[in-house]
């Protein structure tokens, strides 16, 4: 059950980070350029990036209950704060992850509440993108590829 939960939430992370990075790129390209992108794209790739973001915080949560993270600090919590390794796994990642999924949650409010583009624009290069810079910078790059 855990390798079938960490290669979804392996798999569901390339999916994350192309429809956040997308969405990201079509906004500054349409601030830069003057022109308004199409408003069903930018509706999808926010919607696609909140829907695999929340579905990788639900199997990162399985996978830190069920693996090894969750016993190893809960019966030697000391010992896992000093190794900077397991405690970047068991209370970093897991933290800050959790952390860049609200404020992905946040942006998506309010880039559907926005009345205009300039609006809808903000919204996304503010919450996405800093939910983006939180999430990449505790993605463990050298075991998704």
């Known amino acids: 059950m855990y390798t079938g939960l960490l290669h979804t939430h392996r798999l569901l992370a390339y999916f994350f980070l192309l429809a956040t990075v997308g969405l990201l790129f079509l906004t500054l390209y349409s601030r830069i350029s003057g022109k308004t992108p199409s408003a069903s794209a930018r509706k999808f790739l926010s919607t696609f990036a909140l829907i695999t973001g929340h579905t990788q915080l639900l199997l990162g949560l399985g996978l830190y209950f069920v693996g090894p993270w969750f016993s190893?600090?809960?019966s030697n919590t000391a010992e896992v704060m000093k190794d900077a390794d397991l405690r970047w796994f068991a209370v970093e990642h897991l933290t800050?992850?959790?952390l860049?999924?609200?404020l992905l949650t946040i942006g998506h409010s309010r880039f559907k509440k926005a009345?205009?583009?300039a609006a809808k624009d903000?919204?996304?290069l503010r919450y996405f993108g800093l939910?983006?810079?939180l999430i990449a910078s505790r993605i463990?790059?050298?075991r998704l590829f």
């Open 96 to 98: 800050v992850n959790i």
């Open 140 to 142: 463990p790059w050298d």
């Open 72 to 74: 190893l600090l809960t």
């Open 122 to 124: 903000k919204a996304i």
């Open 100 to 102: 860049g999924i609200v």
């Open 115 to 117: 009345a205009d583009d």
């Open 131 to 133: 939910a983006f810079l």
